[in-house]
């Protein structure tokens, strides 16, 4: 019998019942769910043992995610850990597994090969096509957008925006839509775009369509 852990990677979508629960939460919820499921995830060495979650890139609070990933590491005598169905019953309403496989154990972490991700922004409150079209032309003639986060502390969005594009779809109404890159020094966001352009980012329901990587051997 193999002593070596198991490691899954869980594709999953996290939507608006579910979009004001922090990653923190979230990652407890994760916990409980594999321990109502019955699968033995593997803990960190140590005086404070931590579930072997990974998440590929953390949801802002507020967001929701189409297709979210999180690796897990399981006990080696874990079976019958790749159907779904075998979770999903054990998830809130809001989270969904989509699509599951199992990795090499030692492959990388996935957290250090995100390139870019791409963002759905739909507007809860009424706002004009022009308003819409107006600011995505801002984003794209803008020579560089300084934004003061928090902590005081400013990056410049514009480098980091790869995409913009207004689309207006029959059933969905319509939205703007923005691909934006991470890099070491500073991860692209849309709520800061919004705010930098003083729209009311609660204003909106802003979606990760798709996490894009790196390629990696």
């Known amino acids: 019998m193999s002593t070596i852990e198991k490691r899954l990677r869980l594709y999953y979508s996290k939507q608006a019942p579910i979009r004001f629960t922090s990653n923190l939460d979230v990652q407890k919820i994760w916990e409980r769910t594999f321990r109502r499921a019955g699968i033995s995830l593997s803990y960190?060495?140590?005086?404070?043992?931590?579930?072997?979650?990974?998440?590929a890139s953390p949801l802002p609070l507020g967001f929701c995610?189409?297709?979210?990933?999180?690796?897990?590491?399981?006990?080696?005598?874990?079976e019958n850990l790749l159907a779904k169905d075998l979770i999903n019953p054990y998830l809130p309403v809001g989270i969904e597994i989509?699509?599951?496989?199992?990795?090499?154990?030692?492959?990388?972490?996935?957290q250090q090969f995100?390139?870019?991700?791409?963002?759905?922004?739909?507007?809860?409150?009424p706002f004009s096509k022009d308003a819409v079209f107006s600011l995505s032309e801002s984003m794209l003639t803008a020579e560089s957008m300084l934004f003061t986060k928090h902590n005081g502390k400013q990056y410049d969005i514009k480098p980091l925006i790869r995409l913009v594009e207004v689309r207006d779809d029959l059933k969905k109404?319509?939205?703007?839509?923005?691909?934006l890159s991470s890099t070491p020094s500073a991860t692209g966001r849309p709520d800061h775009v919004?705010?930098?352009?003083?729209?009311?980012?609660s204003c909106t329901l802003i979606t990760r369509q798709k996490?894009?990587?790196?390629?990696?051997?």
Do not use: N
Not at 118 to 123: H, Q
Not at 173 to 179: D, K, Q, R, V
């Open 65 to 78: 995610g189409d297709e979210e990933i999180i690796d897990i590491w399981t006990e080696p005598t874990e």
């Open 211 to 217: 996490i894009h990587f790196l390629k990696y051997d």
């Open 98 to 110: 989509h699509h599951i496989d199992q990795i090499d154990p030692s492959a990388p972490s996935l």
């Open 44 to 55: 960190s060495q140590g005086f404070h043992p931590q579930a072997k979650i990974q998440q």
């Open 173 to 179: 109404g319509l939205s703007l839509h923005i691909s």
């Open 114 to 125: 995100v390139d870019y991700s791409d963002y759905a922004i739909t507007f809860l409150e």
């Open 194 to 201: 919004l705010q930098y352009f003083h729209y009311d980012p």
